[in-house]
């Protein structure tokens, strides 16, 4: 079992940032795949970026490219997201993900064996 804490949502202006953080805790050692997923109000679960946890690939949704920057303090066991120029339609629960495999395209909510609880992320206009 791997257990995922995020941390470091709330509320920001359009065009601020944040970043959130999710730490990783119990058999880390069999995951290979770190993702940030969010869910807004009334709408599908959307993809927002991924990233390997040996190697550092990475992968984003088209909606936060350029913007989001996901990255990993092995270290520490921790998986950050960047949140850059943030819009209104950001606006969502953000949830942290591990996966026992990576995936050339890990975009799937199926791609993800272990979920933290998420942070709420507003952000006003």
């Known amino acids: 079992q791997v257990q995922l804490v995020e941390s470091g949502g709330g509320l920001v202006q359009t065009g601020g940032s944040l970043r959130l953080s999710c730490v990783a805790s119990?058999?880390?050692?069999?995951?290979?795949?770190m993702g940030w997923f969010r869910q807004a109000p009334g709408k599908e679960r959307e993809f927002v970026a991924a990233?390997?946890?040996?190697?550092?690939?990475?992968y984003y949704g088209d909606s936060v490219k350029g913007r989001f920057t996901i990255s990993t303090d092995n270290a520490k066991n921790t998986v950050y997201l960047q949140m850059n120029s943030l819009k209104p339609e950001d606006t969502a629960v953000y949830s942290c993900?591990?996966?026992?495999?990576?995936?050339?395209?890990?975009?799937?909510?199926?791609?993800?064996?272990?979920w933290g609880q998420g942070t709420q992320v507003t952000v006003s206009s």
């Open positions: 993900a591990a996966g026992n495999i990576w995936r050339r395209v890990p975009t799937g909510v199926d791609d993800y064996n272990y």
């Open positions: 119990g058999r880390t050692g069999s995951t290979y795949a």
């Open positions: 990233i390997s946890w040996y190697g550092g690939r990475t």
